[in-house]
């Protein structure tokens, strides 16, 4: 269906839930994807298929409510509640979202769990063991690393590093591009021109990633990719083998140890202090990430482990830990971005570090910035960066019915808290009266709670089908 339904065929979801559409990951995924990526209300991002038009948590539940129908049909009851996991390195508007979606496909979300974080359970669940371990997460489109101590009952992260458009599918892409410069080179056609021949380019290029993974080298037919300008039918032949495909992909995976270099300097560790690293995601299955993941921490990885399977069975742990009772593992997770305020010029103050574990609560004070000021916009941000220009928004809020006074004298405390699942609340008070707002800073061009109840009652009439929509 990606190839003879292509316009119509939802992938790659992932990499856009929780964005503005005038974001630079949007932008990247309209020069490439089949489907068509839209703008909706408040800087939205909308995808449309045929006539009809679905913000990404409504995509996402697609694939969430089948997940739930595959998982009630095997249990023979229904199930209304789960743990979902994200890559650590979502932000709060991609929690938000992922939250959302759970709720569209008729679940109640018991926790947003980090994918590292659940790997770690899953390899340290019921051993009496007392290690610092390290979750290498590559999976298709995005990258996470974290470092872990574990012991008895208690995983504590210390700290997490990610890319959120870093993974396999771009291996895929290089090969893409490969194929098409060479196919243009020999017949002066370019195949990336047509959005049919260019899905059954990514087709074959994600089976060759497979192959030359497995077999050394791949051997790539594509029968009738397209036609010359006589109207003869052509085919893309091509062999790929294991050492090109490593030159192709080193820079990406590369760019991995970045952000593992990233995450280690966080934890004020060397990759000699770990006693054990784990590999999660497809991709992690290739020999040259396996190869250059044991050079890099100068140790072989966990054996024993299904990098496919290891974060579902983390999340199964936590699931049922917080339904007993009696569970007593204790999971500590950090926040993977720095937290932010707006200030004035077009800056920001932090409140908050990344790698601060959660649940948190922190607070700062600022004051008015001109005489007889009724109201002020409080302006949330995360990211790394002193300029708000160069951190993500999360959201905004207007604060009013505080006392009015003159420039620099009624001060108002900004506090911002972190729960366990990453989702932010952020509180306004006037220090002198008490007077206060609050909310849960969600996404501006995100869902409103009727949105939402809107989506559940679409989701519960939406099947999904083959071909329509997968994230």
């Not at 003879?4 to 995924?29: C, M």
């Not at 002193?386 to 420039?407: D, P, T, V």
Request: net charge negative; aromatic share 6%.
């Amino acid at each position: 269906n990606i190839i003879t339904n292509a316009d119509n065929t939802v992938y790659s979801a992932k990499r856009l839930i929780g964005r503005f559409y005038f974001s630079d990951e949007v932008k990247k995924a309209q020069a490439v994807m089949p489907y068509k990526i839209i703008e909706g209300e408040n800087n939205s991002v909308r995808i449309q298929i045929r006539e009809n038009v679905y913000s990404l948590p409504e995509i996402s539940a697609l694939v969430l409510k089948e997940m739930k129908a595959i998982v009630e049909n095997y249990l023979g009851h229904e199930v209304k509640k789960a743990v979902v996991t994200v890559p650590a390195y979502f932000n709060d508007n991609q929690r938000q979202a992922t939250k959302d979606a759970g709720r569209i496909a008729g679940l109640e979300v018991l926790r947003i769990l980090n994918e590292p974080t659940a790997a770690a359970l899953a390899y340290g669940f019921g051993k009496d063991i007392t290690q610092k371990i390290a979750v290498y997460d590559l999976g298709g489109g995005t990258f996470d690393i974290s470092i872990l101590e574990i012991g008895k009952d208690v995983f504590e992260v210390l700290s997490t590093a990610g890319d959120t458009y870093l993974g396999g599918d771009d291996f895929d892409d290089r090969i893409m591009t490969w194929l098409a410069e060479g196919f243009l080179k020999q017949n002066g056609i370019d195949l990336r021109l047509n959005k049919y021949c260019l899905q059954m380019l990514k087709e074959a290029s994600e089976r060759a990633k497979i192959d030359v993974g497995r077999d050394a080298s791949a051997k790539i037919h594509v029968e009738g990719i397209c036609q010359d300008p006589n109207g003869k039918v052509m085919n893309l032949d091509a062999t790929l083998s294991e050492a090109e495909f490593n030159r192709m992909v080193m820079d990406l995976v590369q760019r991995t140890f970045k952000v593992c270099d990233e995450a280690l300097q966080s934890a004020k560790m060397t990759a000699q202090d770990l006693d054990a690293v784990i590999l999660v995601g497809g991709p992690t299955r290739l020999p040259i990430i396996r190869t250059s993941v044991k050079h890099y921490f100068g140790r072989d990885v966990m054996a024993g482990i299904d990098p496919d399977e290891v974060v579902a069975m983390g999340a199964a742990i936590q699931a049922n830990s917080l339904q007993d009772a009696k569970s007593e593992h204790y999971l500590l997770d950090v926040t993977p971005l720095t937290l932010r305020v707006g200030t004035v010029g077009g800056y920001t103050d932090k409140i908050i570090d990344k790698n601060t574990p959660i649940p948190i609560e922190r607070s700062k004070s600022y004051t008015t910035n001109r005489d007889g000021q009724e109201r002020v916009k409080i302006r949330v941000y995360q990211g790394e960066a002193n300029k708000a220009a160069e951190c993500e928004m999360l959201g905004e809020f207007e604060f009013s019915g505080f006392r009015i006074g003159y420039r620099g004298e009624v001060r108002i405390e900004v506090t911002f808290e972190i729960d366990t699942n990453g989702i932010v609340n952020v509180t306004a008070a006037d220090v002198e009266t008490g007077q206060k707002t609050s909310c849960t800073i969600r996404l501006s061009s995100g869902l409103t709670e009727d949105m939402i109840k809107a989506a559940q009652e679409k989701n519960s009439r939406t099947t999904l089908a083959r071909g329509e929509a997968a994230a």
